[in-house]
């Protein structure tokens, strides 16, 4: 369920924007996320771990609101292994026409967490979701190097 009325305010704007630009809503999105990072952390930890970066990302996440709760759970080879648990995005998939990880706030949300995540451990990764368990209520996405 949405926490608050910004939580409603951000989907509709996200469902627009799928709505509108198909495709390209993605990378634009994408972008806007990386942009974020220095927004909600302009100041960060450097030369940190994976699991370091997660914990230093999970509170600042958590205030956004709408993601749920983030955690980087694992980290196998380089690797993240994160987990957002209760996001109220993933109900948005109806109205926006795509699936979960296939929304523009989807999008959104990998490039805060490849930004900020490059940011803290100065590795650069691509994040995407590799399944999702509506039961739980689960999105389980990877960061992985590039």
Known sequence: MASNSKDIIIGEIQNTVSK???SSSAALMR???KSASYKIWPELPTGKTI???GEVMKEGIADMGGFGDFSIVAED???AKI???GC???SLTEGSGKQCGQQPICFFG???VEETFKRITGIQ???ELANRDDGSGTCFETATPR
Do not use: I
């Open 20 to 22: 509108m630009m198909g």
């Open 31 to 33: 972008m806007a996320g």
């Open 51 to 53: 699991l370091e970066a």
């Open 77 to 79: 080879s380089g690797v």
């Open 83 to 85: 987990e957002f648990k």
């Open 88 to 90: 109220y995005f993933a």
């Open 110 to 112: 990998f490039g805060l």
């Open 125 to 127: 990764t691509k994040v």
